[in-house]
């Protein structure tokens, strides 16, 4: 069975248009995670969701807007799509203990989008 | 905010060699975690750390939280050990910051 699952693992679009990346874990982990990872390979933290509530935001333009229906999933939104947008998209689940940030991360297959 | 440096960028080794790469970040954490990247682009948790050693079949890895460092062994490589390794690092929250990675190719 999949942990963490995403879809659609390949997305080609053109620049300007609306589209949406989701992501499912089947894990019961309360907290999730999308990271996008660049050209160069780098990963960066976007978004955090802990009980369907954001947690934090790393200075990401409005054009993306997590989405968490329940729990179990965590979609993202992007709006207005911008060449500099074209990356690899991971999204990512952890069960946090209490205050201790000692959580491994579970990770989806990735989402590769490319804006042209 | 927190920088994670890894060294070196890029590894090649021949099979059976002992290897290490490293992991240095600038300030305090909570947990270090070294992950796995398959040349397919799948991303594998192999070790969280918050001091001390762990071992896992040929992997070893170790943190000095004193210096702020971290190193990732991997003994008797084989060429299925060919990855991109990345340091990632939590403090207050539970997101991780992550280091640059390691391409590690290991020839037959």
């Known amino acids: 069975d999949t942990a963490v699952s995403q879809t659609p693992k390949y997305l080609v679009t053109q620049m300007g248009n609306d589209k949406s990346i989701k992501c499912e874990q089947n894990l019961g982990h309360d907290t999730m995670y999308w990271y996008k990872q660049d050209s160069k390979k780098f990963l960066k933290i976007m978004f955090s969701?802990?009980?369907?509530?954001?947690?934090i935001n790393e200075t990401v333009p409005n054009r993306f807007s997590p989405k968490s229906p329940d729990k179990a999933h965590l979609n993202l939104h992007i709006n207005s799509l911008e060449l500099g947008d074209s990356a690899v998209y991971f999204c990512?689940?952890?069960?946090?203990?209490?205050?201790?940030?000692?959580?491994?991360?579970?990770f989806g297959p990735g989402t590769r989008l490319t804006v042209l | 905010k927190n920088e994670v440096e890894q060294s070196p960028q890029n590894l090649t080794a021949q099979e059976g060699e002992f290897i290490t790469i490293n992991c240095s970040y600038s300030?305090?954490?909570?947990?270090l975690h070294w992950l796995q990247q398959h040349p397919g682009g799948g991303i594998v948790s192999l070790f969280m750390l918050s001091s001390g050693k762990k071992k896992h079949g040929r992997l070893i890895a170790t943190i000095n939280i004193q210096e702020k460092h971290s190193s990732l062994h991997i003994t008797a490589s084989h060429p299925r050990d060919s990855a991109v390794y990345i340091c990632a690092v939590t403090y207050t929250g539970n997101q991780f910051y992550f280091g640059t990675g390691t391409s590690l190719t290991v020839i037959p």
């Open positions: 300030v305090g954490i909570s947990a």
């Open positions: 969701y802990n009980n369907k509530e954001l947690i």
């Open positions: 990512a689940s952890s069960q946090e203990r209490g205050l201790a940030p000692y959580n491994e991360q579970f």
